[in-house]
Nanobody, 125 residues
Framework: QVQLVESGGGLVQAGGSLRLSCAASERTFSSYTRGWFRQAPGKERTFVAAIRWSGGSTSYADSVKGRFTISRDNAKNTVYLQMNSLKPEDTAVYYC??????????????????WGQGTQVTVSS
């Protein structure tokens, strides 16, 4: 069964850093665009960042640009989200996802085919 498994969430003070990881169960995902989304209570799931299968192209939501960095290690079937200068408004459940589509850049949830279970990130003020 194809799986994406996130880890690395937790509680951090404003201004701190966290690194999220998302491991894929199959090497097939090395050819997929990988993305991160987040969902705060009572709000829709929104795009955070994406990285192309080759790792050569990345895209970020304006709200995280300059603070978050997405990267991938295809040999490990893993994508990372380094989050620096965290703010209370970054508090959400973070989901990793994989898209088979060749369009760049997929930024809506329905453009992604596989999802992880989510990991909670809480930023205290």
């Amino acid at each position: 069964q194809v799986q994406l498994v996130e880890s690395g969430g937790g509680l951090v003070q404003a201004g701190g850093s966290l690194r999220l990881s998302c491991a894929a169960s199959e090497r097939t995902f090395s050819s997929y665009t990988r993305g991160w989304f987040r969902q705060a209570p009572g709000k829709e799931r929104t795009f955070v960042a994406a990285i192309r299968w080759s790792g050569g192209s990345t895209s970020y939501a304006d709200s995280v640009k300059g603070r978050f960095t997405i990267s991938r290690d295809n040999a490990k079937n893993t994508v990372y989200l380094q989050m620096n200068s965290l703010k209370p408004e970054d508090t959400a459940v973070y989901y990793c996802a994989a898209s088979r589509r060749r369009v760049w850049v997929p930024t809506t949830p329905n453009e992604y085919d596989y999802w992880g279970q989510g990991t909670q990130v809480t930023v205290s003020s």
